[in-house]
Nanobody, 124 residues
Framework: QVQLTESGGGLVQAGDSLRLSCTASGGTFSNYAMAWFRQGSGKAREFVSAISWNRGAHKFYGDLVKGRFTISRDNAKNTVYLEMNGLRPEDTAVYYC????????????????WGQGTQVTVSS
């Protein structure tokens, strides 16, 4: 059983940057594809970004964050990061980390493991 713990959320102003972290325990981290989703108030959960297993050779981004957010992983620290630049009020949401052993369909939200989420609020 894999446990995921997100951190790094907070309240920022438009244009600011934040780095989210998600640390995993209970499994071999490098075996898992990792993803970030977000859910704004009253909205459906939305794909943000994903990175493939092992060395993370493949990275994927949702259209709304492409060019502003960067995903990376550090297998030695069992951690995946989401660097968020140029934040906008519409980026306000709870950000969730997810994991499983898929090798495709990274935007499909049916991941096996989920964290509890971290709140990101962007003021205008």
């Amino acid at each position: 059983q894999v446990q995921l713990t997100e951190s790094g959320g907070g309240l920022v102003q438009a244009g600011d940057s934040l780095r989210l972290s998600c640390t995993a325990s209970g499994g071999t981290f490098s075996n898992y594809a990792m993803a970030w989703f977000r859910q704004g108030s009253g909205k459906a959960r939305e794909f943000v970004s994903a990175i493939s297993w092992n060395r993370g050779a493949h990275k994927f981004y949702g259209d709304l964050v492409k060019g502003r957010f960067t995903i990376s992983r550090d297998n030695a620290k069992n951690t995946v990061y989401l660097e968020m630049n140029g934040l906008r009020p519409e980026d306000t949401a709870v950000y969730y980390c997810a994991a499983d052993q898929r090798t495709g369909d990274y935007a499909d939200p049916e991941y096996d493991y989920w964290g509890q989420g971290t709140q990101v609020t962007v003021s205008s």
